[in-house]
């Protein structure tokens, strides 16, 4: 079984900037895709930005420019890199990866539990 776990999260005033870091752990798996999502309070869980093996990426429109995302595959590694960061902003922040076993053909997800973020005006 694969697990991840975020770590980063924090206050801090608006335009300042914050870095989220998800690490992978398990045996004898690969990993795909991997995404940070991120669920303010009252509000559904939507994409911040996601990251393919080959490294392509996407973001959502509200963070293009600000938000960017990085992997370091080796080490089945995701990042957050957060500039310019708003109130709206404030959120759990949760890392997501596809992966499969060595052995095997199906991916599954799985969801790490969240950092917040909080962002003061």
């Known amino acids: 079984q694969v697990q991840v776990a975020e770590s980063g999260g924090g206050l801090v005033q608006a335009g300042g900037s914050l870095r989220l870091s998800c690490a992978t752990s398990g045996s004898m798996f690969r990993v795909n895709t991997m995404g940070w999502y991120r669920q303010a309070p009252g509000k559904q869980r939507d994409l911040v930005a996601t990251?393919?093996?080959?490294?392509?990426?996407n973001y959502a429109n509200s963070v293009k420019g600000r938000f960017t995302i990085s992997r370091d595959s080796a080490k089945n590694t995701v990042f957050l890199q957060m500039n310019s960061l708003k109130p709206e902003d404030t959120a759990v922040y949760y890392c997501?990866?596809?992966?499969?076993?060595?052995?095997?053909?199906?991916?599954?997800?799985?969801w790490g539990q969240g950092t917040l973020v909080t962002v003061s005006s």
């Open positions: 997501n990866a596809a992966w499969r076993l060595l052995t095997g053909s199906t991916y599954r997800e799985v």
């Open positions: 990251i393919a093996r080959d490294g392509s990426t």
